[in-house]
């Protein structure tokens, strides 16, 4: 018998397709489920309502964006428009309002300490350089401090980038250690890619992007996901730094970003260099969380704060 009739059984299947065939039976036992079940959790749901998510600390941001455990959110946007700027003033208030504990991968804004002066200029509402503005003192930054180590803790692989089976990896292993609710990647193009053999990058971003939305679930944390849009489409007839408003479409990479996302936001300054910050929500998957539309946000540049300009827009 030559080793290929070895590596089959008596119905042709190859060794690796039968090994496949066990641990899909093994895993399969138990799924079937009945809704009895379900029972106690869906009448807490009657008596308290659907889990609508917390505040983002924004009154008119609320109306269209609350946010909930066990789901992530996809943010894009012009590079230069505030992304990051955004997420750290949002981390900001759901530390601030709800305890909210963070783990944050931030590859762009480094060194590290840099990252954290910009936490806590926006936490204190102070600036750390020389200005007309007052600056913050040796006493305020200590308290600052405090309640970062509290509240929060950065991800920092060294020189390479990680994949997001590394990143994961070390989220769950903390979260056993320490419960957080909040993560964020930013961005996208600073973690490591690499598809297997005959794997498309397509295939590649459908099956990350399904791992982090499993740990989301699974350890009910929400997860910011920043990734820049492919390219940059010029409105015609304007001036060179005006551009069309991405969309999670735009996404480069993949639609998987729009299909796997519970929420997509836009960050877009309708002029460039503006205070003015335009956040566009363009995926809601669950009515009780929000709702399509934009809400304007007056962004200051001296501490990092956004402050409210304008209601909902639908």
């Known amino acids: ?48 309502g659907l889990p609508r998510g917390v505040s983002t600390g924004w009154g008119s941001l609320d109306e269209c964006y609350r946010v909930p455990l066990g789901q992530w959110t996809l943010v894009t946007g012009i590079p ?6 955004f997420l750290t003033a949002l981390m900001v208030n759901l530390m601030a309002q709800h305890d909210w504990k ?11 300490e840099n990252f954290t002066a910009r936490l806590l200029a926006c936490y204190l509402g102070k600036p750390f350089h020389h200005g007309f503005n007052t600056r913050l003192t040796k006493e305020e930054v200590a308290d600052g401090m405090d309640f970062l180590d509290a509240h929060c803790k950065y991800l920092d692989p ?22 957080f609710q909040g993560v964020v990647l930013d961005p996208w193009n600073e973690i490591s890619h690499v598809a297997r053999r005959s794997q498309t990058e397509t295939q590649l971003i459908g099956e990350e992007l399904g791992d982090i939305r499993r740990f989301c679930r699974h350890s009910q944390v ?4 920043v990734a820049h849009p492919q390219k940059m489409q010029r409105i015609p007839g304007s001036d060179e730094n005006a551009y069309h408003i991405p969309t999670p479409w735009d996404v480069s990479g993949s639609a998987h970003f729009r299909n796997k996302a519970d929420f997509s936001l836009t960050v ?15 995926k809601v998957r669950f009515s009780e969380n929000g709702r399509l539309g934009k809400v304007q946000l007056d962004f200051d540049l001296m501490t990092g704060r956004f402050s409210e300009q304008s209601s909902f827009q639908p």
């Open 268 to 282: 877009h300054r309708p002029q460039e260099g503006a205070r003015l910050s335009d956040i566009h929500i363009q």
């Open 222 to 225: 929400h997860t910011w996901v």
């Open 1 to 48: 018998m030559d080793f290929a009739e070895m590596t089959q059984d008596e119905e042709g299947l190859s060794f690796e397709d039968f090994s496949r065939e066990v641990e899909a039976d093994e895993k399969a036992k138990g799924m079937v489920k009945r809704f009895s079940g379900l029972a106690e959790a869906v009448d807490r749901l009657r008596v308290n």
């Open 158 to 179: 060294g020189l390479d980038a990680p994949s997001v089976a590394e990143l994961l990896a070390a989220l769950r292993e903390e979260h056993k250690n320490e419960p």
């Open 102 to 112: 963070f783990i944050v991968y931030s590859a762009e804004n480094l060194p590290h």
């Open 80 to 85: 230069g428009h505030g992304k990051s700027s």
